[in-house]
DNA sequence: TAGATGACTCACA
DNA sequence: ATGTGAGCCATCT
């Protein structure tokens, strides 16, 4: 199982700022790869610490928050980003002000 | 090893 | 706006 990306995926997730979010075609853009976004979500979802790696500032492309998040629930989620002065609106976040972008 | 599943995205109707 | 189909990757069975 020599997964390379995935200790970057998580690497990635402590380079978001406070306050902003990122999406799974951002973090797979920064591979190189666009398809990839599945795979973030299936790495995200194995994620092995969830305590440390704000898996939660990870969106999907339109800013809807997953559906099957594991820690706790949607609702766990929108908590921990209004937390972070991030307007959650029915379960969607506005990327317009919130979308972070990795520098390459 | 191969087939199915999923925290996705995009294009088209 | 809502629904369907196709594509890619990592993990599961």
């Given at each position: 199982m020599a997964n390379l990306n995935k200790k970057k995926v998580y690497d990635l997730l402590l380079e978001i700022p406070q306050g902003y979010v990122v999406t799974y075609g951002d973090i797979a853009s920064y591979f190189g790869?666009?398809?990839m976004a599945r795979a973030i979500g299936t790495i995200l979802h194995h994620n092995p610490d969830p305590n440390k790696y704000p898996c939660y500032k990870v969106v999907s492309a339109k800013g809807k928050l997953s559906?099957?998040?594991?820690?706790?629930g949607i609702q766990r989620q929108r908590e921990l980003l209004e937390n972070e002065n991030i307007k959650v609106i029915d379960n969607k976040i506005d990327l317009k002000i919130y979308g972070f972008k990795f520098k390459k």
């Open positions: 790869n666009k398809k559906k099957s998040f594991a820690f706790g």
